[in-house]
């Protein structure tokens, strides 16, 4: 998530303490999705099949993923852990989500 320089908001997302809205859709946000778009480092072992598939739906939605969050634009390749380990790892195949994630 970043925070829109125009007004200092998250307009986009909005949450309580079982989903996220992005843009108006609800998702369930279990641990392990609000790993994701929380921390730097999500915790693997809390993260399941469903949270990794709302993640990419999310990235999708929002190309957060994407340079200048620009959908004609290339995935973003940057040297972080969410990119290396988790992000990079979505976007593998793009019909899929990957069972494992690299560790």
Known sequence: ??????????????????HVFVDGRKYNAPQG??????????DKNVVNIQDR???????LQTNAHMVNY???AKITE???????R???QLFI???QVPLELVQ
């Open 53 to 59: 598939q709302a993640y990419k739906q999310i990235l």
């Open 1 to 18: 998530m970043y925070q829109d320089d125009t007004d200092s908001s998250f307009e986009r997302v909005k949450y309580n303490d079982k």
């Open 70 to 72: 620009s959908p004609t």
């Open 93 to 95: 195949d793009k019909n």
């Open 78 to 84: 940057i040297k972080g852990l969410i990119y290396t």
């Open 33 to 42: 999705l609000w790993g994701y778009l929380t921390k730097a480092n999500p």
């Open 86 to 88: 988790f992000i990079s």
